[in-house]
C-alpha cells in the first residue's frame, strides 16, 4: 500500500513564500510522476504544477514564474515552492503521484489527503 503525505501549508502573507512537500511511503513501488493540483471553495479541481521522474515540469499558466516543483527521487519526495503568493492561490492543495506497484505491476494514481494554504493578510 502506498500513501501520500503532505505538509507545509498554512496562512501566508500576499507576496510572501510557502513550501509545499509531499512524500511517498510504502514498499515496493516506482514512481512515474507527481504532481500538485489544487481546489478552491466552489470551484473544480486543477492540476497546478507537473514533474516527471525525469524533472520535465508543466505549469498553470496561472503560477508560471512564481511556483517552482522539483522531486527528490532518493527519497520520493515532491516539493512546491510557492513565490509571490496571491490571495487567488487561497485552496487546499493535493499531491498527486503516478506509481507502479511492484507486487502486482499496476499503475495508478494515487492522492495525498490535501493541505490547506490561506493567502491572506
Known amino acids: 500500500q502506498v500513501q501520500l503525505v503532505e505538509s507545509g501549508g498554512g496562512l501566508v502573507q500576499p507576496g510572501r513564500s510557502l513550501r509545499l512537500s509531499c512524500a511517498a511511503s510504502?514498499?515496493?513501488?516506482?514512481?512515474?510522476?507527481m504532481g500538485w493540483h489544487r481546489q478552491a471553495p466552489g470551484k473544480q479541481r486543477e492540476l497546478v504544477a507537473h514533474?516527471?521522474?525525469?524533472?520535465?515540469?508543466v505549469y498553470a499558466d496561472s503560477v508560471k514564474g512564481r511556483f517552482t516543483i522539483s522531486i527528490d527521487n532518493a527519497k520520493n519526495t515532491v516539493h512546491l515552492q510557492m513565490n509571490s503568493v496571491k490571495p487567488e492561490d487561497t485552496a487546499v492543495y493535493f499531491c498527486?503521484?503516478?506509481?507502479?506497484?511492484?507486487?502486482?505491476?499496476?499503475?495508478?494514481?494515487?492522492w495525498g489527503q490535501g493541505t490547506q494554504v490561506t493567502v491572506s493578510s
Open positions: 498527486s503521484a503516478l506509481i507502479t506497484t511492484r507486487t502486482n505491476w499496476a499503475t495508478r494514481t494515487y
Open positions: 510504502g514498499s515496493s513501488f516506482s514512481i512515474r510522476d
Open positions: 514533474i516527471t521522474s525525469g524533472s520535465n515540469t
